[in-house]
Each structure stands twice: as structure tokens, then as C-alpha cells.
């Protein structure tokens, strides 16, 4: 009896899986991703193309990302020349990919070019987002996302719409859920997530894009805090919950707006977008169906747009590409020719892209050698830079240790959740002193001044290396009268903050 | 089989390099595989060197063109169990895939040899792993022998900012591994006097006070005003070697608040760094 049942119930475990990953559909939705990834990946490519002898090239200062792994030569670095050929190259790869001409073809050249040249320049173009760029033109080299909305489709001229087994879609959503898997196994591992001083210190960065939403929402730590916890839990839940019809495009809106977020949190720009493309293919073949029929509706709506849809304008191109001629006549040596010719046009712009590339880049002279006066002079060094150099080693100033000092009421995960500056009498508060880390064990005083000036209320306390946060707890007495009073942040020596305070009644 | 008429055998090729490759593919693998037999069937002579679907088996078969003594439309057909061997092909990738990405993620978690090769870095998902209260800016400098210092980076000829507005790449070098090649490069494909030293300096400040003036009030009432450290991590000659390595500005401070303590300081001044010698030598 048991015996039936463990094989009744490894059969049906094989079905769900065969059905997992070999149910058949016609892929719109790696198609998708295919369109807006490579278009997305061209943002990053095209502004570096110029650049590419000096960052990516042995005629420049490469910093190739295995050094940091103390691995040497890998990959090995190309000559100047080459790097320019692979970047331009790379550029018209990634046009075919998202218009679909030769796309496995062009899916392939993109994948292992935009991976080595990401890996020989870990300063300005490795980053995670390149690492998740190749998962996704891998699994999208490995799929039919070709088959349909791509040039290969329409030169092909199908009558029916083509279906295969849908295992690259879900590859690459596993790939997702597994990102954010791990993602959340970093955050788990960073003890100050949850305290909010990662966050807070990473929205008060200059490093990346400018980032206004960010610098005002690090005032808020306890939204800060909220949101990292949904964030952990989310990630940590998706690959789990995003195959639930109710739950999916809620997690996914989640996503989306976890990513859009942080351009202006964050000043992040491709990441974001590329999570964005990616989350396409979690579009099924019915969804995108759903949404042309939307899509048609309200295209009956508008004269205009009709009356471009009756316009042949691309005729001529389509001859050019060598689309195949509507009908069942056509004979084998036609569709032979045909498909001779379109893939010799593709090969021929390739080579061009890359002749016209060295070319350019040549006339450019990156490194402005070939001036009239000869290579260029080096700029003589910021002189109040060069007055400094002499300093001698200092520790860091106490006040420089000191984030902020808030007055509040209440807590959450440690942090002031109510900022005020105004109290009544015998209502207690907290006043709370945020500190940077590396700071050394320190003596600090918060003491209360009366509207005179005069100490009234000291209090100290050791503040250990270890801490980042102090808190004092105070309560007004009754008969202290209303007015505005002064905290004074001090050391042993010196006074490093004040905040004022209003008492009433 | 024998005799299937034409309407019960589907062309699954579409072009002609498709169906040489496979027929290439196949043709080669005969010797070697024996997934598949050979049987003669009529097949139209323009569908010859294509690939098939069996009519009623669906089974993947091959028509390929016979020798001089066959009867005109009679080829001989290799049927291959293609589905299958595609189907284990397939199962083999996702299983690989799945594997790695897995491997990853759980390298990740218990924190085992996660940067053993630089590959680990596609598979490991460490964002904003890091971070640091201090907003931190890099200068490369050349010292001429008349005691000028210059500018080794960015480069005269202009500079690249990847991640933001107007940074140039060598701020995005933590670890300091990549300071002395930009140093070089620059070098190379300049005019300017003799140079004696390349140093690299750390400019840092606390972040705070990077927030427009109206927020920083918010933090601290109390105006302050911004001040920098500026730390040499590393000075080399031109041709790379190192003349001293003062480390990172951040690891000295941590370090210097640790030994702010008398007692650890005293148990510490003491231990130099010994190397055991063989007394035997």
C-alpha cells in the first residue's frame, strides 16, 4: 500500500516537473526581455566605447576583477585595436539581439563579449548588475526567443504561431528568485541592515547618481528600518510565493517598485532597469495575449494609428534582410538564397561596425597624443592638496564621530521613532546620539542647561567601541518652570553638540 | 513504414544550413551512436537531405540521398531517437545550471571559500555588502624632480565617470589594486619632466556632510564645518616598485581606536614581529 502511494506520488512529483519545464508555449515573454535587454545594456556600452583602449585594453590601465581574487591574466587582456573592434562589435551584436536578426547568433557574440570586457574592468563596468546581464543573455542564447517579434520571425513569414518547451523562462526565473536568495543571505549577514545604518549612510552617499529622495528619507530611520524588513522578507520569500497566480504580480509590483526606488534613493540607474526587463519573463504566453488584446482595443480607438498600420513602409527592408515570400511555392533554393543573403548582409555590418569602429576611434585619438604639441602635458596636482600632504597622522576629530543628536519618545529596533523638540512637563523622553564607526571607547556627557545656561542635569555614561548608538533617558520634575532649555553634548573637555529643547506646561 | 507516402511525413527543417548541419551531425555520429536504424522510404526527391517527423511514431528521422542503384524517390532513412537524446541534453543543462546557481547561494550562506576564483563572483549575490561613514575620494599624484606634483589620474585627456555625475574611476578602487597602472598608463602617454614618486593619497570626510546645509542642521543644530583627512596609503617609484605601504585610512583609525588604551598599548609596544630561525644554521 505504502509501496503504491511513494509511486504514485514520485509520478505525479515528475509530472508537475515535466510540466515545470516542458509544457509548450510561444514565447512572448523572453522575447521581451530580449527586446529591452540588449537596449538597456547598450546604455552602458555606448557611453565606455570611446574609453575602450584605456579600459579594457593592455595600451591602458585595465583592472581586471581577478586580481582582486589573486588570479593573474584572466581573461587575458586584448591590444588596444581589439578592444575597440570587440566594443563596437559588441554594440551592433546587441542591436541585432534586440531587433532578433541571427538572434541566437547575435545573443551569443553579445554574452561573450559583454562578459569579458566586464571582466577586465572591474572599476567602471563589473558590477552585479554585468553578472546578472550574462545569466540573462545566456538563458536567453540557450532559448527561441527569436521565434517571435524579432526580424528572424518575420524574414521566416510563419503563418502559425511557433510553441516550445518553456524551460529557459524558467531558468531564468529561478535565476531571480536565487538573486534575491542570496541577496537576503547579505543582508542576514550585516548586523547594522537592520539597525538602519547601512542604509543610512548608503543614502547619504555621493558615490553614485545624485540622490535628493535619499538624503531626506535618511532622517527617517524608522522608515528606513520598516522597509528593510519587508525587503529581507520579500526577497527571502520570492522564489517560494512567485509562482502563486494571487501572489505573483503582487511580489512582482513589490520588485518593481523595491528597484524604482532606488534611482532616487539610491542614484542608481541600470540596475534597476535591468531587474525590471528581467521580471518579463515572468510574463506567460496568456498574459502577453490579455495585453495585446488590450492593446488592440484601444488601438481601434485611434484614426491615426490605423491609418499607420495600413502604410508598407518597411517593405524594401524587408527585402534587404531577405524575408522569405509568403506562400508554400517557394522553392528550397529561394528560401536557401534568401537566408544566404540576409546572413551575409548581418556579417557584413558586423565587420563594418568593427572597421568603421577602429577607424573612428582612431581619428579620435583617445589619448590626444598626436596633437600639434605633441602628447598632451600632465595637470599639475591641487595645490591645498599638496600643502596637506605633510600632515601628520591624526585621529579622528571627536566631533566628526557624531551622526546626530535626536530627542524622542519612544523606540523601534533602537532607533528614535518620534523626533520632537517639544515636552511638557513629567512627560519623560529619550535623547538618542548616533555615532560613526571606527570610533574609539569614549566618555560622553549629556547634560541639560536651563534657559541661563546654567548646568542643571548631568548625566555620562562610557560609550564603548562596539556601540554606535547612546541613549539617555530623561523626565522633566513638575516644578521645573516652562521654557526653552539646551542638551549639551560634551566629552570630558569640550562641547561637541547642542540642541535645544522646549519645556511647557 | 515502408512506402509512407509524402502527406504522412513532415518536414521539420526550415533552411538549408539547419538541415546540412544536422545531416552532417548525423551522418557522423552513425558510426557511433546506436539510437537509431536505417530503413528505405519513399520520400519526394526536393525533400531529400531534411529532416523528418514520423507520421505516426513521431519519431525524428532523416532522409538522405541513396546511391546510383535506388529507384527514383526511394531513400534511405535514418530513424534517430532525437527527441530523447535532445530531452537528456536539455535535462542535463537545467540541472547544471540549477546546480551552480544553488552552490552559489549556499557558499554564500555558510560563508565557505567564497573568493576562490573570480567566476564565484556571478554566482555569489553580495550587494551593498559593505559600507563605511565615511565618503572617501582617491588622488594619484606625480612627484617631478623639481618637486612638482601632478595629477596622474584621470588622465589630461579626459575622464570616464561610470556611476556618477563627475567621478572618475580610480574612486571606485577600495582596495587600492588598481592605483599604480592608472599611475603608469598616464605616465605613458604624457609629456612631463622626469618623475620621482607616484603617490597614492585618501581623501576622506564623514558623510554627514555631504547633505545640503538646511538637512545637516537637522542632525546636529550646531553648524560645523567640514573637515577632511588626507592620508598617503601608498607611495611608489615610477617603475612600481614599492617604497612604503601605509595601508588603508580607515583600517589605521580603527586601529588607532582600539590602542586607545593604555594598558593594550603598553602589552603591545613590545612584540615586535619575530621570524623563528633554525638554530641549527
Known amino acids: 500500500m505504502d509501496a503504491s502511494i511513494d509511486h504514485a506520488e514520485t509520478r505525479n512529483l515528475k509530472a508537475s516537473l515535466n510540466d515545470f519545464f516542458y509544457s509548450k508555449e510561444t514565447p512572448y515573454g523572453l522575447a521581451l526581455v530580449r527586446i529591452f535587454l540588449p537596449l538597456i545594456l547598450l546604455c552602458v556600452i555606448v557611453p565606455r566605447w570611446s574609453f575602450a583602449r584605456e579600459l579594457y585594453s593592455s595600451d591602458g590601465a585595465a583592472a581586471p576583477l581577478a586580481l582582486t581574487y589573486q588570479v ?33 547568433t547575435s545573443l551569443t557574440v553579445s554574452l561573450c563579449l559583454y562578459t569579458y570586457i566586464s571582466l577586465l574592468d572591474s572599476l567602471s563596468t563589473m558590477t552585479k548588475y554585468s553578472a546578472i546581464s550574462s545569466h540573462l543573455l545566456l538563458i536567453l542564447a540557450l532559448s527561441r526567443c527569436g521565434s517571435v517579434w524579432s526580424v528572424d520571425s518575420w524574414r521566416a513569414a510563419k503563418k502559425l504561431r511557433p510553441r516550445f518547451h518553456v524551460w529557459p523562462r524558467r531558468l531564468m526565473q529561478l535565476l531571480i528568485g536565487l538573486i534575491y536568495l542570496g541577496a537576503a543571505m547579505t543582508k542576514l549577514h550585516t548586523g547594522e541592515y537592520f539597525s538602519s545604518d547601512q542604509l543610512r549612510h548608503w543614502l547619504m552617499t555621493n558615490l553614485n547618481h545624485h540622490n535628493p529622495a535619499g538624503e531626506i528619507l535618511s532622517f527617517y530611520p524608522e522608515i528606513i528600518i520598516a522597509m528593510a524588513n519587508i525587503a529581507i522578507l520579500w526577497q527571502l520569500i520570492f522564489v517560494f510565493v512567485v509562482w502563486r497566480p494571487w501572489a505573483r504580480f503582487l511580489i512582482l509590483g513589490m520588485g518593481v517598485f523595491f528597484h524604482v526606488s532606488t534611482t532616487p534613493t539610491l542614484g542608481l540607474y541600470i540596475f534597476p532597469c535591468v531587474m525590471i526587463s528581467s521580471y518579463l519573463g515572468f510574463l506567460s504566453e496568456r498574459d502577453v495575449r490579455l495585453c495585446i488584446v488590450g492593446g488592440r482595443k484601444l488601438f481601434r480607438r485611434f484614426e491615426t494609428l490605423r491609418r499607420l498600420r495600413s502604410l508598407n513602409v518597411v517593405r524594401s527592408f524587408a527585402e534587404f534582410l531577405g524575408r522569405t515570400q509568403q506562400g508554400s511555392d517557394v522553392s528550397a533554393s529561394a528560401k536557401r538564397a534568401a537566408w544566404l543573403g540576409s546572413f551575409y548582409a548581418w556579417a557584413t555590418i558586423l565587420f563594418c561596425s568593427a572597421v568603421v569602429g577602429v577607424a573612428a576611434e582612431h581619428s579620435l585619438d583617445p589619448y590626444k597624443q598626436r596633437g600639434a604639441d605633441g602628447p598632451l602635458p600632465l595637470r599639475p596636482a591641487d595645490p591645498r592638496l599638496i600643502a596637506r600632504l605633510n600632515e601628520p597622522f591624526e585621529t579622528i576629530a571627536d566631533i566628526d564621530l557624531v551622526l546626530s543628536l535626536d530627542v524622542g519618545s519612544s523606540t523601534l529596533g533602537g ?7 517639544e515636552y511638557r512637563r513629567d512627560e519623560p523622553f529619550i535623547v538618542q546620539l548616533t555615532l560613526v564607526p571606527p570610533h574609539p571607547d569614549m566618555w560622553l556627557e549629556c547634560n541639560l542647561l536651563d534657559p541661563t545656561g546654567i548646568t542643571i542635569h548631568r548625566a555620562g555614561q562610557v560609550v564603548s567601541r562596539e556601540q554606535l548608538r547612546a541613549n539617555w533617558n530623561y523626565q522633566i520634575p513638575g516644578t521645573l518652570p516652562v521654557g526653552t532649555y539646551t542638551l549639551e553634548l560634551r566629552t570630558a573637555d569640550r562641547v561637541l553638540v547642542t540642541r535645544p529643547i522646549s519645556i511647557t506646561e | 513504414m515502408h512506402g509512407q507516402r509524402d502527406g504522412r511525413a513532415r518536414c521539420l527543417s526550415e533552411g538549408f544550413p539547419v538541415s546540412t548541419f544536422r545531416v552532417a551531425l548525423f551522418r557522423f555520429s552513425l558510426d557511433f551512436v546506436l539510437t537509431f536504424s536505417t530503413r528505405q522510404q519513399y520520400v519526394p526527391r526536393d525533400l531529400s537531405d531534411r529532416v523528418f517527423q514520423d507520421g505516426d511514431s513521431g519519431r525524428v528521422m532523416i532522409a538522405l540521398r541513396c546511391s546510383g542503384d535506388c529507384a527514383e524517390g526511394l531513400f534511405l532513412c535514418l530513424y534517430v531517437r532525437d527527441d530523447a537524446m535532445k530531452r537528456w541534453s536539455t535535462h542535463a543543462i537545467i540541472a547544471v545550471y540549477l546546480g551552480i546557481l544553488t552552490m552559489g547561494v549556499v557558499v554564500h550562506a555558510v560563508q565557505f571559500r567564497e573568493h576562490s576564483h573570480p567566476l564565484k563572483y556571478f554566482v555569489i549575490w553580495d550587494m551593498f555588502c559593505g559600507w563605511s561613514a565615511w565618503e572617501q575620494r582617491t588622488h594619484i599624484l606625480g612627484e617631478g624632480e623639481s618637486g612638482e606634483f601632478y595629477e596622474l589620474a584621470p588622465g589630461p585627456w579626459g575622464s570616464f565617470s561610470a556611476y556618477s555625475e563627475n567621478l572618475s574611476r580610480q574612486h571606485y578602487d577600495p582596495f587600492a589594486e588598481h592605483m599604480l597602472r592608472q599611475a603608469q598608463n598616464s605616465l605613458v602617454r604624457t609629456s612631463h619632466e622626469p618623475i620621482r614618486r607616484i603617490l597614492v593619497v585618501e581623501e576622506s570626510w564623514a558623510k ?26 601608498d607611495i611608489f617609484l615610477p617603475d612600481g616598485t614599492s617604497v612604503e605601504h601605509r595601508g588603508a585610512w580607515l583600517a589605521r583609525q ?3 581606536a582600539l590602542l586607545d588604551n593604555p594598558r593594550l598599548e603598553q602589552l603591545t609596544m613590545p612584540r615586535f614581529p619575530v621570524v623563528a630561525m633554525n638554530r641549527a644554521e
Request: proline share 9%; hydrophobic share 45%; charged share 15%.
Open chain 2, 254 to 256: 580603527a586601529q588607532a
Open chain 1, 72 to 104: 593573474m591574466n584572466f581573461p587575458p587582456e586584448p591590444s588596444g585595436t581589439l578592444a575597440v573592434i570587440m566594443m563596437s562589435v559588441l554594440v551592433l551584436s546587441l542591436i541585432c539581439s534586440s531587433a532578433g536578426w541571427f538572434t541566437r
Open chain 2, 208 to 233: 554627514k556632510y555631504n547633505l545640503p546645509a538646511h538637512l545637516a542642521g537637522k542632525l546636529t543644530p550646531t553648524p560645523t564645518d567640514k573637515q577632511s583627512y588626507i592620508h598617503i596609503r
Open chain 1, 415 to 421: 532607533v528614535l521613532l518620534d523626533l520632537d523638540d
